[in-house]
């Protein structure tokens, strides 16, 4: 019974391979006349190979005209390094025109108010008159209140002061941040070419960034506190690496004026963005 059924198994592995090694005649005949017009001969294996081969032929050929060529554009979702880079130039573009908007309106109000003779209502014309009841000895400071005071200026004289910061790059403030309208960095009108120093001791967290698209290097500080370079055209540090105070980041080169990369730096303590203009003492 065992070798009836070996047999039997082998008989139906050689019958299998039989069909695909056997040989059919595809044959093109003319209807009216019944004459042969094409004849080819083919196998299953032969059939299977060639449709096999085609299908990978095209998926390979797709691939590769998608990926390098300007139709993976077409694809949705998919954004090119221009289509980037005017997003970046319109941005910068549309926060100048915001602040210049704001100023021109407040100077307009100013002058509204020059020529109408009037003041602002933020003025003390408000506070001319006092209230009824008042008198200037409601103004002194009790005993406990300058008590109070001498504890204070203290504990202050006492406390650590932080150190004083330097300027990454020299230059001028062109645009102030607002974080309620999502802008954090300061950005500066930096001397070019300059190299782009480290605020403060710390560790470079991350480094970002291309080539066309500039790199912005984060920094880790004492005291929890956080200092980010963005629009460095080089880089001459390595995230991990130990800063020294004034030690050089990377440095700036000159704009190019068809994609000009402004920059900025932005100091965050206790993961909140603070007023860099006035800790490192930049001026408009």
Do not use: C
């Amino acid at each position: 019974m065992k070798k009836s059924a070996r047999r039997t198994r082998k008989e139906v592995f050689q019958h299998w391979l039989a069909k695909w090694r056997h040989r059919y005649r595809l044959v093109l005949l003319d209807e009216s006349s019944f004459e042969e017009r094409f004849s080819m001969v083919l196998n299953r294996r032969n059939v299977f190979l060639a449709v096999g081969g085609s299908v990978l032929f095209l998926i390979v050929s797709t691939t590769f005209l998608i990926a390098y060529t300007p139709l993976r554009e077409y694809i949705p979702g998919y954004s090119s390094t221009s289509l980037r880079r005017e997003a970046v130039k319109l941005n910068a573009v549309t926060d100048s025109l915001v602040d210049l908007v704001a100023y021109q309106e407040q100077f307009i109000q100013h002058i509204q108010f020059m020529v109408g003779g009037s003041l602002p209502p933020d003025t003390l014309t408000s506070a001319a008159t006092p209230p009824p009841g008042w008198s200037a000895e409601r103004l002194k400071a009790s005993e406990r209140e300058r008590k109070l005071r001498e504890e204070v200026e203290a504990r202050e004289a006492a406390a650590p002061k932080p150190t004083e910061m330097l300027q990454p790059v020299a230059g001028l403030v062109l645009r102030s941040a607002n974080p309620a309208q999502g802008r954090y960095g300061l950005v500066i009108d930096a001397l070019r070419p300059s190299d782009v120093v480290a605020v403060e001791d710390g560790t470079v967290l991350a480094i970002e960034g291309t080539n066309s698209l500039g790199y912005s290097i984060t920094v880790h500080h004492a005291e929890d506190r956080i200092s980010r370079y963005i629009g460095l055209s080089r880089v001459k540090t390595r995230v991990g690496s130990g800063l020294r105070k004034g030690e050089v980041l990377g440095r700036l080169l000159e704009q190019d004026p068809e994609n000009p990369i402004p920059f900025q730096v932005e100091i965050w303590i206790h993961g909140r963005p603070i007023n860099a203009a006035q800790e490192l003492g930049y001026r408009k």
